[in-house]
């Protein structure tokens, strides 16, 4: 099932985790690569054909083998007693959120989180369901306890967020809730469970959109959520089998694979990255840049208390007018013009201008993929090269 086994808890490095946990041989003819179960139905004991008495399975939407075996790697990574996997990560995240939501409820909301999740809960549940929200920059405890009402159901943060990568004090935000009985969910994609596990910090429910690193190669798109028995046994019998929104298992099968290698590709991407960002805090060309744990991001002691490394996600501001920037990514060769991030690849996309979150306006995000960071760095030296000295 979606839960942790016994022989499962023998495995405690990440490492080991990602390399052996669920993948039972013996269950499986000892195939070291597991069976993609694509079946909808497995059918029950009769008395007359040979299913073991008890079998847990019954219907793909709810649980299947293929599947449980990414969520207990994801259980195991997040320290969580199990994990479920979502047909994409916005998924996830809406069955996360809608655990905690109840009639006239009231939500506290990082103001930075992903843009569909701020759609979600400020748009589609305040406008339909009369669900009230309170934005908050989240870099302030205080801030968040001050946003807090009686009918306060839910936390929901994002640390750090995937644009101007804002952190939250987890430990701080979590011991708070606990004691006024409030909710808290995580979206976790961009730290990963390999540089931060916020289940251990007092989160109530880990969301990732696995569609990222940890599928890793930009061929699913998928999510999955982390937390402790109940939780997950709850989001598994109504939200998750409700809404319909389960991973299908070719899909939970490239996760497994993608995940295979998530350390290894997390440690080279944020090689590459430091690099990058290093020559970007050191150009003439750029104002401003973000990088969590770079020498000039603004929460380093956060991300030294949470973190435990880097990805290849950053966003920076070049000089120049709107015009001139839009200019410069059309003459990135190594970067493509792209929304995602997480996969093998570079990429980039303007993603500045939410006043309200103070997200600057000629933000660049880009996305340092697996190619030669020699190229990489070239490839952005020609292409801020016609831009005006900062001043
Ligand atoms: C930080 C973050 N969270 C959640 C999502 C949603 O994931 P998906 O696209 O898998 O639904 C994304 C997707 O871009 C994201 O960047």
């Known amino acids: 099932m979606a839960f942790l086994t016994e022989g499962d808890r023998k495995y405690t490095t990440p490492e080991d985790i990602i390399a052996h946990v669920g993948d039972e041989y013996g269950k499986f003819m000892g195939a070291i690569v597991p069976p993609i179960f694509q079946n909808s139905l497995f059918v029950r004991y009769n008395g007359a054909n040979d299913?073991?008495?008890?079998?847990?399975?019954?219907?793909?939407?709810?649980?299947?083998?293929?599947?449980?075996?990414?969520?207990?790697k994801v259980a195991a990574l997040e320290g969580g007693d199990g994990a479920l996997c979502f047909s994409s990560g916005m998924g996830a995240i809406s069955s996360a959120v809608m655990h905690f939501v109840r009639t006239g409820c009231h939500i506290v909301l990082v103001d930075t989180a992903y843009g569909p999740t701020m759609q979600l809960i400020r748009d589609y549940l305040c406008k339909k369901f009369a669900v009230e929200y309170t934005l908050v920059h989240g870099t302030d405890t205080q801030e968040i306890i001050d946003a807090v009402r009686p009918n306060t159901t839910l936390i929901y943060l994002e640390s750090p967020s995937s644009v101007v990568f804002r952190m939250q004090d987890l430990d701080a935000v979590t011991a708070f809730a606990r004691e006024k009985g409030i909710g808290t969910v995580i979206d976790n994609s961009y730290a990963t469970p390999i540089n931060q596990q916020p289940l251990k910090h007092g989160v109530d429910i880990v969301c990732h959109t696995a569609s990222k690193y940890l599928g890793g190669h930009s061929d699913i798109?998928?999510?999955?959520?982390?937390?402790?028995?109940?939780?997950?046994?709850?989001?598994q019998s109504t939200e998750r089998a409700l809404y319909g929104s389960n991973m299908d298992p070719h899909q939970s099968w490239l996760l497994i694979r993608g995940m295979r290698t998530l350390i290894v590709r997390l440690r080279q991407h944020a090689a590459n990255a430091a690099k990058v960002a290093e020559y970007l805090e050191n150009s003439k060309k750029v104002l401003k840049v973000f990088y969590p744990g770079s020498r000039t991001y603004a929460q380093n002691e956060l991300y030294h208390k949470y973190m435990s490394g880097g990805n290849g996600l950053m966003s920076f501001v070049p000089s120049g007018t709107a015009e001139e920037v839009r200019a410069f990514t059309t003459r990135l060769h190594m970067f493509q013009n792209g929304v995602s991030w997480g996969g093998f690849e570079s990429l980039c996309v303007t993603a500045g201008g939410i006043p309200e979150a103070e997200v600057p306006k000629n933000l660049i995000r880009l996305h340092v993929g697996l190619e030669n960071v020699d190229t990489l760095i070239a490839d952005l030296d020609q292409a801020l090269a016609p831009l005006p000295d900062k001043e």
Do not use: L, Q
């Open 51 to 72: 299913i073991p008495e008890g079998n847990p399975y019954a219907y793909t939407r709810v649980s299947n083998p293929t599947t449980d075996i990414a969520e207990r």
């Open 221 to 235: 798109v998928a999510g999955v959520i982390a937390s402790r028995r109940e939780i997950i046994e709850s989001i």
